[in-house]
């Protein structure tokens, strides 16, 4: 199993990024998505999740309202829409898939992993 995370880079302060995973190696539409990230200096977050069929979605409170997780299971794809963003957001950002249908917050459930993109907010 493969992901490949795509769209980071430096945005301006109020900015606003999509974030790309493509997957392979697995039967994409029967998997919960999460998306994660790691700032300098701190441990790996949540940031949002997705179960299998896109229906439910899960944010951590520091980007509700302002990012978006989507999928695409026609192109195993899954999407980060990031908005407003803030200083705060700057992060190396990590796609991860999980065996399960039901999306979940937590890192240990999440069994592949992406190599992550960076996003730098800057003013």
């Known amino acids: 199993v493969q992901l490949q995370a795509s769209g980071g880079g430096l945005v301006q302060v109020g900015g606003s990024l999509r974030l790309s995973c493509a997957t392979s190696g697995r039967t994409f539409s029967n998997y919960a998505m999460g998306w994660f990230r790691q700032a300098p200096g701190k441990e790996r977050e949540f940031v949002a999740a997705?179960?299998?069929?896109?229906?439910?979605?899960y944010y951590t409170n520091s980007v509700k309202g302002r990012f978006t997780i989507s999928r695409d299971n026609a192109k195993n794809t899954v999407y980060l829409q990031m908005n407003s963003l803030k200083f705060e957001d700057t992060a190396v950002y990590y796609c991860?898939?999980?065996?399960?249908?039901?999306?979940?917050?937590?890192?240990?459930?999440?069994?592949?992993w992406g190599q992550g993109t960076q996003v730098t907010v800057s003013s």
């Open positions: 991860a898939t999980r065996e399960g249908r039901l999306l979940s917050r937590l890192q240990g459930e999440y069994d592949y």
């Open positions: 997705i179960n299998w069929s896109g229906t439910s979605t």
